[in-house]
């Protein structure tokens, strides 16, 4: 089997250190790894080798074959200068996700789409792809002619300092200390509040609509993953003091009806989708259960006799994995059997 010259940019952070964990648990065929940072000279021990972390430049990509972005903004940059030497970028920021030359993919949903690349492809925000897993599946039997989404996002969504800050708060406040805030709801605006048990309703930074910048990117990322450029979507986002995995109530209206028991079979068989719907078990998803899990979960199914045909589902699924590294390995594994590298 032909083997690959891998990099990762931002490999120190939360969504690179679990590249390095899905590149392992999914055998990928490596040839050599480059690992890149900010924090040059880092040693990070993968498959009982260390790694010495490089900085990031356009000569770093000399010789690389598949580049994951996991640095945030530096993609802007420096993802053209990866693909100018020969490599191709699967980015996991924001920069290139609505360019119409950029592929957007979900593999289970629109794999397809990878055979226009031009050397970047965007890895979907990890809300979008958690939800289009599941809404889908749905869309394909009964058609989509409503979608409301509220998400409950997990505090490592907004990187390993954010993380630091939430457990650094819990103690403080379980110590009798005023908590200290300096990252959420977003590091570079003035203002910051405390997650720690709290909720805040604000992810990213405010359109002049009142709307929110992650609000908008499950609008516009799910019409262009999903074709339907006119679906009607509207979603509110919070940050909730969970460690890992997003959880998102979705209410569905469907051109054809569905029973909630056609649902469950629709999603029993959707791939990447696992059906944990039992209220007499009290089984359903919850974010502790979802971590580290490949699969998005999918409960609380059901009809919403509000309209004529609607339902609604609870959806959890991991979002440093599905959400966002086993989601860009994926897509290079579709590179790999498409030919198209
Ligand atoms: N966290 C999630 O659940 C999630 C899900 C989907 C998508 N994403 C996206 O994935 C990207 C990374 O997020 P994250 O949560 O992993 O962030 P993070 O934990 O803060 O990690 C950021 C990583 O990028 C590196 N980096 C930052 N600026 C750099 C620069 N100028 N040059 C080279 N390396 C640089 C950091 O290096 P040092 O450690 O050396 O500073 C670190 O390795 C973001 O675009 C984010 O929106 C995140």
């Known amino acids: 089997m032909k083997k690959y010259n891998v990099a990762i940019l931002g490999a120190t952070g939360a969504v690179g250190s ?3 964990s899905v ?3 999914r055998r ?5 790894l480059k690992l890149l940072a900010l924090e040059v000279g880092t040693v990070i021990s993968f498959m009982g080798r260390d790694y010495v972390v490089e900085e990031a430049t356009g000569e770093a990509f ?3 074959q598949i580049a994951f972005f996991a640095g945030g903004s530096i993609s ?3 993802a053209p200068e990866a ?3 020969g490599a191709v970028v699967i980015d996991n920021s924001s920069t290139f996700r609505l360019d119409p030359d950029v592929p957007l993919i979900v593999p289970e949903v629109n794999a397809a789409d990878l055979a226009k690349h031009k050397g970047i492809i965007a890895n979907p925000n990890c809300s979008t792809i958690i939800m289009v897993l599941a809404i889908n599946p749905i869309h394909q039997h009964a058609k989509l002619k409503r979608v409301v989404v509220s998400t409950l996002q997990a505090v490592s969504g907004a990187g390993k300092a954010a993380l ?8 403080e406040l379980l110590e009798g200390r005023e908590p200290t805030a300096a990252i959420l709801p977003v590091a570079a605006l003035a203002k910051h509040y405390p997650i720690a048990f709290n909720l805040i309703s604000q992810i990213d930074v405010f359109c002049e609509d009142g709307y929110t910048e992650e609000e908008m990117k499950l609008v516009n990322e799910t019409r262009k993953i999903m074709h339907v450029p006119e679906l009607a979507i ?11 995995s997003h959880s998102e109530f979705i209410n569905l209206e469907t051109e054809r009806k569905l029973t909630a028991t056609e649902a469950r079979q629709i999603l029993a068989q959707a791939p990447g989708v696992i059906v944990q719907d039992d209220p007499l078990q009290q089984l359903y998803p919850m974010p502790t259960y979802t971590t580290g899990k490949d699969e998005v979960f999918v409960g609380r199914i059901r009809e919403d006799t509000t309209v004529p045909a609607g339902l609604n589902l609870w959806v959890v699924g991991d979002q440093l994995r599905k959400g966002a590294a086993l989601n860009a390995v994926q897509i290079a594994e579709q590179l790999i059997t498409q030919n198209l590298i």
């Open 18 to 20: 679990e590249l390095l």
């Open 23 to 25: 590149l392992e648990s």
């Open 28 to 32: 990928f065929p490596l040839a050599q």
């Open 62 to 64: 000399k010789d690389i």
């Open 76 to 78: 802007k940059v420096m």
């Open 83 to 85: 693909v100018k030497a």
């Open 164 to 171: 630091q800050e939430m457990m650094t708060q819990h103690k």
């Open 234 to 244: 509207t979603a509110t986002t919070v940050r909730a003091p969970v460690v890992r």
